[in-house]
């Protein structure tokens, strides 16, 4: 029988939660503007709601910075996810402020790279975290 580590299970959940998380703010992204622009669902301004919008944006950036950095510290020691999940959160900070910059772009290809970054991460945790029998 296989003994898995506690921290090394919660590591691959957060690191499966952040994935989810992240695509489903690229979808969102993506789709809202799309569904907004036709006359039929125009009546649905409720999905562009700012608050929700920063709420996910923080707990995303929060589940993120948590498990990439913990599975740095304690296994694989590699940057390229940690640098990965900070330039999909800068693109999405740059998406949020009012700057000329198309936000659907901006915001989707950050969460994106973040989505990345936990599969990036769930990666390394298999090759270099021997301990690690969860991923």
Not at 62 to 74: A, W
């Amino acid at each position: 029988m296989i003994k898995i580590h506690r921290a090394f299970s919660w590591q691959h959940i957060f690191d499966k939660a952040g994935m989810w998380t992240s695509g489903l703010c690229a979808v969102h992204c993506i789709a809202i503007p799309f569904f907004l622009s036709m006359s039929a669902f125009s009546s649905m301004v409720f999905l562009h709601n700012e608050n929700i919008e920063n709420m996910v944006l923080v707990v995303s950036a929060m589940i993120g910075v948590g498990s990439l950095g913990n599975s740095f510290i304690k296994l694989h020691k590699r940057w390229l996810p940690l640098i990965v999940l900070f330039i999909g959160l800068c693109l999405i900070v740059l998406s949020r402020l009012e700057l000329n910059v198309s936000e659907p772009i901006f915001a989707s290809s950050g969460a994106s790279l973040m989505a990345s970054a936990h599969f990036l991460n769930i990666r390394y945790c298999k090759k270099f975290g021997s301990q690690c029998e969860c991923c």
